[in-house]
């Protein structure tokens, strides 16, 4: 079976591990020594068939990645990806899944025009209940695309191998940038708000939400339109009302991150809608307040 890396033994990590398994030889890079890791069920607690190293065992084996999964979180990406780098391959193809978005810049810089990078943006829920278990919490759509030139030759074919086999509810777009912001606005409207109030995804569709909610997407679908997005402001508002909706009983992951004192990614997210606005010198005042009070909400926000 081909080798397939996944950095870290994060909830998505682990999901992505149980289904990958089946198809292909899965090592997880971890940070500190790991014996085994599981899927739990209500039936069942089943260990993955995965071996885990940590980076010193890895540079010690001399082991060279020519794939390789990153699922962390937006604020981890940068480390991960410097710690990542000197052991991929001439040709290996990097697959980034995280929430929010950030500037690629420095890492499809980094580089070289054979290594292909990637990027999953998935919806499917999976919750830790310890630092090595998962638990499936449920199904939810990927979308798989390249981003940069030899990314775009090898998507199709890396779509049918990797990705496709594990997770029947992905497609492959071309036009990966436009679907993540459009998952971005859904996370803007969501997110903060959820997270501040401490509401259930649902509640948020009431009437004193509303003004708020049409001003932070605004915002971001002008800052979007002034760098080629073409995002329309009236679709990315239904997208969010309907994913309010549909997730109505949940806690967004910010909520669930400042419940439990954790860093969230409001910086991926209203972070970086106010991060553009500056630099493009268009206004982002109701980004920059969420911003300011999920920021305000952990030391480690910041
Ligand atoms: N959980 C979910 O249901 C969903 C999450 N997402 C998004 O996916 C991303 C990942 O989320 P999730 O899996 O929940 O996050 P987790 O915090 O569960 O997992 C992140 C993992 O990355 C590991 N990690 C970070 N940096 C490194 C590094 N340098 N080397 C090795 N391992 C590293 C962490 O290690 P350690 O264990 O040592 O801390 C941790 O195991 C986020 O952007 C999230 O918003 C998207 C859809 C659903
Ligand atoms: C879609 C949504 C808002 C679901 O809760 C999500 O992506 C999150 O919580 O981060």
């Known amino acids: 079976m081909p080798e397939l890396f996944i950095v870290g033994k994060g909830a998505v990590g682990l999901l992505l591990a149980q289904r990958l398994a089946n198809t292909h030889q899965v090592t997880l890079i971890t940070r500190t020594p790991t014996d085994a890791v599981f899927f739990r069920t209500a039936q069942c607690c089943q260990q993955l068939p995965v071996k885990c190293l940590t980076w010193e065992a890895l540079a010690q084996q001399q082991i060279t990645i020519s794939q390789c999964i990153v699922p962390v979180k937006s604020y ?70 390249p981003c940069n030139l030899i990314a775009q030759q090898r998507a199709q074919v890396l779509f049918n191998q990797l990705i496709d086999p594990a997770l029947p509810n992905a497609h492959l777009a071309y036009d990966i940038a436009l679907l993540r912001w459009q998952k971005l606005c859904v996370n803007l409207a969501i997110n903060p708000l959820s997270a501040l109030t401490g509401l259930k995804n649902g509640r948020l569709r009431a009437p004193c939400y509303a003004t708020q909610v049409l001003s932070v997407l605004n915002e971001a679908c002008n800052v979007a339109n002034h760098i080629g997005v073409p995002l329309k402001l009236s679709e990315e508002l239904a997208r969010a009302y309907q994913v309010m909706t549909l997730t109505a009983e949940n806690f967004s992951s910010m909520a669930q991150d400042v419940a439990n004192h954790r860093r969230t990614e409001i910086n991926a997210m209203c972070g970086y809608i106010v991060e553009l606005a500056q630099q493009l010198g268009v206004p982002a005042p109701h980004n920059t307040l969420l911003l300011n009070q999920v920021q305000s909400l952990h030391p480690t926000n910041k």
């Open 76 to 145: 981890q990406l940068a480390e991960a990806f410097i710690t990542l780098r000197p052991h991929l391959s001439e040709d290996a193809n990097v697959i980034l899944s995280h929430n929010g978005m950030q500037t690629l810049t420095p890492i499809t810089d980094a580089l070289s025009e054979h290594q292909g990078l990637f990027f999953l943006s998935t919806s499917m829920g999976g919750w830790k209940p310890n630092s090595t278990t998962v638990e499936f919490t449920g199904p939810g759509q990927s979308v798989f695309g």
